[in-house]
């Protein structure tokens, strides 16, 4: 029994580390995201799903239900969840893999509809190439270690071919200790302008009190790359969710609240707003009522822009920091929210 709550315990630890919260409500409740983390569906190796879990905080009301919209427009509806004797809510949904999600709507028990912008992945960059962090993807947990696998990728925006392996990458705790890969992908051979695909590296031997806190890619070198899991988890922006007409119309559903302002860096916000363009002008003074009207609402002009977003280069909708500022400095644009 101990066991099980100790790893129940690190398991929202993780989901908290790896992003800042995320907050929306209004007179009457008020709903907190501190984090989420996707873990493998054990009761079927060979399926295409694995489970989204979200580490959810109520006040105001004792229960809520849930919708989940991925970057697609799907809705995950009927998640199950266990209530928590903190008051928190662990929120299981279970999803295709790899999927990156954009909203998430918590209708608390008699009251009204609560949506929140689903955290940006972050990204980070130098001269040469970006890293995209998916985060977390399992856990391991002993009596005297902890190992964890999170999710990667990497283009190559130089000029020369770039090699990339598991050894790349080095996961850092809340003190700055660095831990080295002990598993991943089979090295890779990139050339200019490619990507890998979204791999794993996993890290073991990570001491029982260490909280991850960082993904560095070359760390120590002059050009490295640190990803700052809770700095550079911010929210996407009501234009990329809704397309900006319908973020306009929309303003009043939900006061949202997230990260502080010193953690959304003004590039970041730029870039993101400059990644839709501007649809025709709507009446602002509509209210889009569910999570599936609001799909509705954008869906045509999302598909209009489609085939101008595919072909520039997929950087700016994330989030970034490089070595040495936390400002996307990567110019292009990506449907990969």
Do not use: C
């Not at 315990?9 to 989420?36: E, H, I, S, Y």
């Not at 700055?176 to 996993?202: E, K, M, S």
């Amino acid at each position: 029994m101990r066991l099980i709550v100790l790893a129940l315990l690190l398991a929202l630890a993780f989901g908290t580390a790896q992003a800042a919260p995320l907050q929306g409500g209004d007179v009457n409740a008020t709903v907190v995201l501190f984090g989420a983390t996707r873990t493998p569906n054990l009761a079927d190796e060979n399926s295409a799903t694995e489970y989204l879990k979200v580490d959810v905080g109520l006040m105001g009301t004792e229960n809520a239900t849930y919708q989940l919209m991925d970057a697609d427009g799907n809705v995950y509806e009927n998640p199950t969840y266990k209530p928590l004797s903190s008051g928190k809510q662990l929120v299981n949904f279970l999803v295709p893999k790899d999927s990156l999600f954009k909203l998430i709507n918590v209708t608390p028990e008699g009251g009204n509809p609560i949506y929140i912008n689903w955290w940006a992945t972050p990204k980070g960059s130098n001269d040469n190439l970006i890293v995209r962090y998916y985060g977390i993807t399992d856990w391991l947990i002993n009596p005297d270690e902890q190992g964890i696998v999170v999710q990667v990728r990497v283009q190559n925006n130089g000029t020369q071919n770039l090699i990339v392996g598991p050894e790349n990458f080095t996961l850092l705790d809340q003190w700055g200790w660095p831990y080295h890969p002990t598993l991943g992908f089979d090295q890779q051979i990139v050339v200019p302008g490619n990507a890998t695909d979204r791999v794993l590296v996993g890290f073991t031997g990570i001491s029982l009190p260490s909280r991850p806190a960082a993904l560095a890619y070359d760390s120590g070198a002059a050009n490295q790359i640190v990803i700052m899991f809770e700095r550079d988890y911010v929210p996407l922006s009501d234009e990329l969710v809704y397309g900006t007409s319908a973020a306009t119309s929309t303003a009043t559903a939900a006061t949202v609240e997230p990260a502080p302002a010193s953690a959304l860096p003004a590039s970041d916000q730029t870039a993101q707003s400059e990644a839709v363009q501007a649809p025709a002008q709507q009446n602002t003074t509509s209210k889009i009522s569910s999570i599936k009207d609001k799909v509705a609402a954008s869906q045509a002009r999302l598909a209009a822009t489609r085939g101008d977003l595919a072909e520039k280069t997929p950087d700016t909708n994330e989030t970034a920091s490089t070595s040495s500022s936390a400002s996307d400095s990567s110019a292009g644009i990506s449907t990969d929210i």
